[in-house]
Each structure stands twice: as C-alpha cells, then as structure tokens.
T-cell receptor, first 115, second 112 residues
Framework: NAGVTQTPKFQVLKTGQSMTLQCAQD?????MYWYRQDPGMGLRLIYY???????DKGEVPNGYNVSRLNKREFSLRLESAAPSQTSVYFC??????????????FGPGTRLTVT | SQQGEEDPQALSIQEGENATMNCSYK?????LQWYRQNSGRGLVHLIL?????REKHSGRLRVTLDTSKKSSSLLITASRAADTASYFC????????????FGSGTRLLVRP
C-alpha cells in the first residue's frame, strides 16, 4: 500500500518550459488536491478535485492546469513556467462524503526550481 | 489569503517539557485539523476536531477548539526530540466540504 505517490521528486525548468507533475493514490479516495509550499510558509491550495470528473480552483490557480485522469490519478501542469512557480508541490487525497471533511494524506512532494 | 495563523511562529523547549501551539482563524468552520511536517517531507495528519467538539485527545496530543473565539490549541505533553517538526493547523470552511486552508505553521525544536 503505497499511499500517495508523486513524480518526479525534483525538477529544474527554464522559464517558459512546460511540465506535468504526476500524482497517484491507492486508497480509493474520492478527493484529491494540489498544494504549493513556499519557504517558511504553509500550504496554499492550487486546485482540487472533489470527485472523479470534477475539478475546481483553489487559492492560487493562475499558471496551472489540472486533469483528474481517473479516480487514482490527478496531474498538475505548468504550461509556461515562471520563476515565481519555484516551490515544493504536494499532492494529497482524502475520503469525502456527507459527514464532512476527512483527513488528507500527503505525498512526499516535488521540488521544482524555475530559472 | 491564509485562514489560520499559528502562534508562536517558533518554539524551543527541553525534552520532557510540554509544548503548546495556538491557531486562530477568521471564518466559520466545519472542522479544524492539525498536521505535522518533518523537514523536507510531506505532511502527516495528527488529529481532527469537528466544530461541535471542544476537546480531543490522541496519545500525548490534546487539542481544544473554541469556536466563539475562533481559536484552537495543540498541546504536546512530555515532548521528545522526535517531536521536532513544523506543526500546521488547517481549517475546513463551512461553505465547502472539500477544502482545507492551512496556516503558516509553528516550528517546534525539542532539545535533548
């Protein structure tokens, strides 16, 4: 049982390049999330997917797109990377339902540097 | 903007002492959660307290929630060096069952 996995672990991009961050979970969770964490700060929500087939913007969606490929996988794409997108990116998943929010399970993160 | 703000930003204590961290938030919530992050790693869920609960325990952790003051506290008793980490509160807004909004965290150092 791997939990939440993310690839790659590290990436260096030049300004203007594009890339896709991959995330997969094997816990049969309905909801998945992408966050970014800048040095010394908490996490900020980029996009989330409440269930398969739906995606919604979080606090900081500009410059990103997402795809909920199936129940297991949720990818984050940077179409034209900018230095301001240098950050650590975390994917998370959780159950969801009428009883309200459940705890989130996090992947190990992707450290992205844009030069 | 971030909903939860932790206080203090950094805390240094001796092993065996208790550590208390506070979290304040701005809007009505469904629940509040605490997470731990070891350096360079992903976050790990510690405890969830729902808006109709006032106190919750898990091992050496005690969380309180005061919705009238929009604040929560996390108490770690008999701290250990392995408790050294950053601790984040995260609030689930009343208007969304899916999102969490994280605070900026408290960095805890437990000296052996």
């Amino acid at each position: 049982n791997a939990g939440v996995t993310q690839t790659p672990k590290f990436q260096v991009l030049k300004t203007g390049q594009s890339m896709t961050l991959q995330c997969a979970q094997d816990m049969n969770h309905n909801s998945m999330y992408w966050y970014r964490q800048d040095p010394g700060m908490g996490l900020r929500l980029i996009y989330y997917s409440a269930s398969e087939g739906t995606t919604d913007k979080g606090e900081v969606p500009n410059g990103y797109n997402v795809s909920r490929l199936n129940k297991r996988e949720f990818s984050l794409r940077l179409e034209s990377a900018a230095p301001s997108q240098t950050s650590v990116y975390f994917c998370a998943s959780s159950r969801s339902g009428d009883r309200g929010l459940y705890e989130q399970y996090f992947g190990p993160g992707t450290r992205l540097t844009v030069t | 903007s971030q909903q939860g703000e932790e206080d203090p930003q950094a805390l240094s204590i001796q092993e065996g002492e208790n550590a208390t961290m506070n979290c304040s938030y701005k809007t009505s919530i469904n629940n509040l959660q605490w997470y731990r992050q070891n350096s360079g790693r992903g976050l790990v869920h510690l405890i969830l307290i729902r808006s109709n609960e006032r106190e919750k325990h898990s091992g050496r952790l005690r969380v309180t929630l005061d919705t009238s003051k929009k604040s929560s506290s996390l108490l770690i008793t008999a701290s250990r060096a392995a408790d050294t980490a950053s601790y984040f509160c995260a609030t689930g807004p009343m208007d969304s069952s899916y999102k969490l909004i994280f605070g900026s965290g408290t960095r805890l150092l437990v000296r052996p």
